[in-house]
Nanobody, 125 residues
Framework: QVQLVESGGGLVQPGGSLRLSCVAS????????MAWFRQVPGKERLFVAG????????SYADSVKGRFTISRDNAKNTMYLQMNSLKPEDTAVYYC??????????????????WGQGTQVTVSS
C-alpha cells in the first residue's frame, strides 16, 4: 500500500510560480509511474502531467505544456510539479497519483491505483 502526500500549494498572483511536491511511502517508489491531476469543484478530475518510473518519458495536458514541468527523484521518493506563468484557470486542488504500470502514461483517473489527499493552488490577484 502506497501513501502519497502532496505539499507546496498556496496563493500566488497570475504570472507567478509554485512547486508542488508529492512524497511517497509504504512501497517501492520506482515501481510506479506517477502523475498530477487537478480538480475544481463540480468538475471532473483532469490529467495535468505524468512521468514514467525512471523519468525518461513525460506527458502533459495541452493546457499546461511549456509552463509546467514534472520530475521525480527516486532516491527521495518524491515527485515534483514546477508550475510557471500561472493563470487564474490553473486554480484547483492538485492531486498526485501512482500507477502500478510503471511504463504507462495514463491520462484517465482509472489508470491510477493510489492517490494523495490534494493540495490547493489558487491563482489570483
Amino acid at each position: 500500500q502506497v501513501q502519497l502526500v502532496e505539499s507546496g500549494g498556496g496563493l500566488v498572483q497570475p504570472g507567478g510560480s509554485l512547486r508542488l511536491s508529492c512524497v511517497a511511502s509504504g512501497g517501492f517508489f520506482y515501481n510506479y509511474a506517477m502523475a498530477w491531476f487537478r480538480q475544481v469543484p463540480g468538475k471532473e478530475r483532469l490529467f495535468v502531467a505524468g512521468i514514467t518510473w525512471g523519468g525518461s518519458r513525460t506527458s502533459y495536458a495541452d493546457s499546461v505544456k511549456g509552463r509546467f514541468t514534472i520530475s521525480r527523484d527516486n532516491a527521495k521518493n518524491t515527485m515534483y510539479l514546477q508550475m510557471n506563468s500561472l493563470k487564474p484557470e490553473d486554480t484547483a486542488v492538485y492531486y498526485c497519483a501512482a500507477d502500478r504500470d510503471s511504463l504507462r502514461l495514463g491520462i484517465q483517473r482509472y489508470n491510477y491505483d493510489y492517490w494523495g489527499q490534494g493540495t490547493q493552488v489558487t491563482v489570483s490577484s
